[in-house]
């Protein structure tokens, strides 16, 4: 049976009908009154859910080019920026930094690991002439499913001083992330995540720190620019013609997320993650990540039973389950599959899921206790 | 009467259906194999509609972007640039390439021209030591109305030896333009023009003279990176998360328009412009470019009658006619309204246009000869 595709990958999420059909309908001018009356709504939602009283800009691009609207209006050709790398979006934020021209170091953990916060301390409190300008971290690790303990690491970046640039492109809206109260510089997300909307918008708040880095950047980015985006910002509009049509069903999606409320949201997630979890160990299968503390709770990394690969789970659970999770990537690549639970999922999905992880194993000949999964799943759910 | 609102603006303009509803589906995964089919399909669409046989890179990003894109893949800081302007968007590139760190040179032509050929091959001329590296230029400029002789310019520029650099937000899919056989560097363009989908797309060709210029560019854009780019569309991919609902839109109105045959597109879109013109002096009103050899087949730019004013009319024709106009931008605001006839525009609409504008005058108290405007353009239309 097939047209009822269930994403579980990292992103694309599921999108509520209600956001699906705010983008079918013709779009508006993008300069008209209508539309700044939406903008205006959606901007301050945006402060709501980065938990900031910083303007959220909303650029048309993916997450990506958000992460490069970072590097591109702060870091200055030499300027040393640190990058605390756990996987490949930590990467993502060193490669852009040297394609920027920036003296990069990096601070890597293996992949599967968070950043221990000593290793950070003991870099930073060696660095007394404060040459390091700008940290660059990420919250959620998509490729690996870790979670940083943002809150520690950023207390000790705004210790040294330096200005800390993170990804919360599958935190935000998904994991706690406080912005302001825990003094976090630059914040970027994308929309096909913890948003609830497809991909095509990206989303960059900065504190009033990481501004001053901005008016002394030579040649920053133009179609990114933060001076031009906070001047429209404050007109409740954009500096170019932005996506109207998913700004329409972000609309949508931010009031649902408004009527559950932050602390259930992430409540949620954190569940659905535990519930996954739980069922994933009662069919006997490995977590990538078996440290429950640092273990994402928007992605989970599952490692395959021995005589069962990878790309046979996905296609089973594809054809049969109509289910798409993701591969590993990089050097993970067929060693691990990850399952998104972020977004517009919600417990019944999750037993879904690992109901039809369960039946695909069988199908492939893995004996697990059959049935239990769902049963541990609905225990940890409950 | 409402909710029947027609978008005469520069963009967005008009969506057919087809293209809303594909919106409206539940995203794809953008690293299925089904998405990859899709991204072939439309690949080779927008080659037939770029006329060319070099990539269409799909940037998730405005028009905007994709001229960023241009400029931060090719030009070095200190290369010099040479401007044309001939109003807001050719002013646009100037400003990206000195964002950049370019030695930006501008020939500006008065707002309502176009480039003459001759001024431009004299100062080609001139630089005998080949110190001009790139030319910018728009083919039609969107502020104001008016259509470069882009294959005459380009000739000059390619006899030069610069590279040239086209923006063809308005043009691509509304008014001749041959890459290939024009031997153009590069083209611009964006979605929510002649492709008829909403905005949030940007697309990209380069010739493989302007590709060796971008393998000498030191510190490229990285989300905007050629080489990812080029390299993606190779496994018909992208290298970051597209927009996965704007490109099925797109595969469907590519469809269309290879259904309507290229030639037959701007066909369709002169007549349009022959009509509004027509339309529009039979009122008594004058054209804001009135030499018809230089005038937009995409945008046409009228001048209020004396005592009417351009907010006035634009209010009514929104407000009694549901349709929305532009103002003029920078020194034109107020001086001058915009009227874009590109994209999913058909003889049927402009007819209502013409017929509404002579409406919406007579309602404001300008006496016109009544109901022969619609007459004359129906006489240019046939």
Known sequence: MKDKQFLMIPGPTPVPETALLAMAKHPMGHRSSEFSAVLAEVFADLKWLFQTQEDVFILTSSGTGAMEAAIYNLVNQGDKVLSLVIGNFGERWAKIAKMRGADVEIIAADWGKAIE????????????????????????ETS???????????????????????????????????MDEWGIDVVVSGSQKGFMIPPGLAFLACSKKAWKAYENCKNPSFYFNFGAYKKSAAQSTTPYTPNVSLIMALRETLKMMKAEGLENIFNRHAKLAAGLRAGVRSMGLKLFVEDDSIASNAITAILPPDGVTVPDIRKTLTKDFDIVVANGQNQLQDKIFRMGHLGFVSERDLITAVGSLEMALAKLGYKSPKGEATTAAIKALI
């Open 117 to 140: 916060p000593a290793v950070l301390k003991a870099r930073l409190d060696q660095d007394v002439n404060k040459e390091i300008k700008f940290v660059t971290l990420t919250h959620n």
């Open 144 to 178: 690996t499913g870790v979670t940083n303990d943002l809150k520690t690491l950023n207390d000790i970046i705004q210790e040294h001083g330096a200005i800390s640039v993170v990804d919360g492109v599958t935190s935000v809206g998904a994991i706690q992330l406080k």
